[in-house]
């Protein structure tokens, strides 16, 4: 079928539009980037006033509300003040009468007014000594208004300032969506397959737009959003599950058939303890991912101490016995110190070739492992960013693994693709729990694997807030956890690591907890983010050994620090962290066979939303049911960064108030695209063109790179 005449309709350019002012059309463009019929169709509203109600001015109430009412006209005056004039019109409806009132537009407004004739008013109320008035009401003839298209739901489409005060109003828009409805007929392609219409139960296309616009009632509006909602969200997933088929099918990876000696003799020999069943399943996945011929591109979600790093050792061990390198990028110095400690740990007796490489490397000890790089003596290369420059040059790297991934952008995500002749296999791993309904959305490209399963033994973590009035008692509980061998983390937010305001608090907790904790009883190591990485590396050496009891430090240590017998975590000024970082924070502890503690500080003015994340952290320590509270308060924007925000600028749907629609239609993209990949079959043809179309016009698709 040829796209239908409706198609090349809707691209009209939007000056074409009768009764569309060259200047307002400008205005939408610029103000709305309007530009086609089909773009103002698209401009769904944000809110509808319910007009089903008609009031008399003897029942109006002193709650400054929205009304409408049927009245006429009996005479106008223009009353002088201090500022300027006003126009006042006297409005009766038979109970009792009101005034009309405006300040601006008065020569034209009182031309165009009708004495004597019904008008419908509509508008907010003033009370005042004893009578209403309604300023600037928006007005339209009775008769005019009974003929209108205009529904008992009146729909408030999104504006701009600019647009508003250049007489765009709310009333203007509503008559250009009318004046498009005239002009096309209301003859809109359906874009969703029959099938899939009848066994969702979802109204025509036809019938969305003309009731999303136009609402007969709040039933039809709701099912005309839920039609619209479900579209927009599955073509957006079936753009991402395509992208991750053509992905599989097109971009061939390294086969790593052979599960080898590596691989086989620290399963059976060398593994420090049993995977959890989790552990287990994720590195099946990965194995299988492998396997096949296609590049690998997997995401591994696990909470703190879920046990991720042996998950990524395996899958290195797997390229090694393939004969390629593998990497793993960390975002901090300290995090790729501890990750090469622990994997030359994990691999003390099988021969692997491990080298570390970060800002802080010498530059004899660079060139080497460039050289050895380069002639495939090195197995695996750990590092922070610098593993990204330009020198540094492997042999045959087989498999990428990035640990923290939203520390890192997509961008530099495929920098590490392009190290070698063919891409490697990629596994970004991440703590912070994506909530699966953001993940399908941001991440519906990628597969998902999921570690939800921390190893056996692990205590829960007691979590309390307490105020900074109690930090006498604070103090003691530390003085008792140090006395029985624990030791113990503070951590002060600092938010960007030159904020001098939060080094100046970091540095007064510093002096004061050196006061309480005196030499030489007590020994306190310190680390942030503008010491030199090797004094920070010997503070945190320091405390790793146990000759410090007690760190005192920023954000630095968010991320994957591993001290087992640290069993107290006192946050400074929690409510000035994210939910997300709290989460990671506290994963610090908990990491041995102690009973640990969180302790968060607090003053006692706290905003709303710094009560519910407190509240949060005290109430559950699962990651998951943490990001969803966290995805509630902060929206997704703000979630994943502005990055990838593009994904989630939705024209209707809500990915937190709809996830429910966005599984459906995750799961009905994934299910038409088995059955018919080409999108070939006759059903599948509306989907076919509205896809070609998306993608052509870019509608949906600016976020597509
Ligand atoms: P994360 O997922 O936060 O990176 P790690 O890989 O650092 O977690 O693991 C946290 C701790 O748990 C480490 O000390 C590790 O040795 C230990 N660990 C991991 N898996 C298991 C397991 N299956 N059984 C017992 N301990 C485990
Ligand atoms: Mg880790």
Redesign the pocket.
Known sequence: MPLSMNTYLLQTPIDRLKGLWPKRAEMLKKELGIHTYQDLLNLFPNRYLDRTQYYKISELQPTNAEVQIVGKITHIKTVEQKRGKRLVAIFTDGTHQMELVWFRGQKWIRESLKLNVPYVIFGKTKYFNGSFSMPHPEMELLEKHEKSMRSAMQPMYPSTEKLANSGMTNRVLNLLVQQLFLETKNAFAETLPKPLLEELKLVSKKEALFNVHFPKSQAHLARAQYRLKFEELFYIQLQLIRKNLVHKSKIKGYTFDKIGTYFNSFFSEHL?????NA?KRVIKEIRNDLGSNAQMNRLLQ??????????AFMSMLIALDNGFQACLMAPTEILSVQHYN?LLELSKKLNTRIELLTGSTKTSKRREIHEKLENGELDILIGTHALLEDKVKFKNLGLAIV?EQHRFGVEQRSKLWHKNEYPPHVLV?T?TPIPRTLAMSVYGDLDISI?DEL???RKDIKTVHRFDANRLKVFRFIRDEISKGRQVYIVYPLIQESETMDYKDLMDGYESISREFPMPDYQISIVHGQMKSTDKEYEMNRFVKGETQIMVATTVIEV?V?V?NASVMIIESAERFGLSQLHQLR?RVG?GAEQSYCILMTGHKLSADAKTRLQTMVRTSDGFEIAEVDLKLRGPGDLMGTQQSGVLNLRIADIVKDSDILKIARSYAMKVLKADPNLASEENIPVKNTYAQLVKYRNIWNYIS
């Open positions: 420090p303890f049993d995977l959890t552990q696990g909470d703190v101490g879920s046990g991720k790093t042996i998950v622990g640990d791993m703590a570690i190893p056996p033994g994957g591993n087992p994963g990491r």
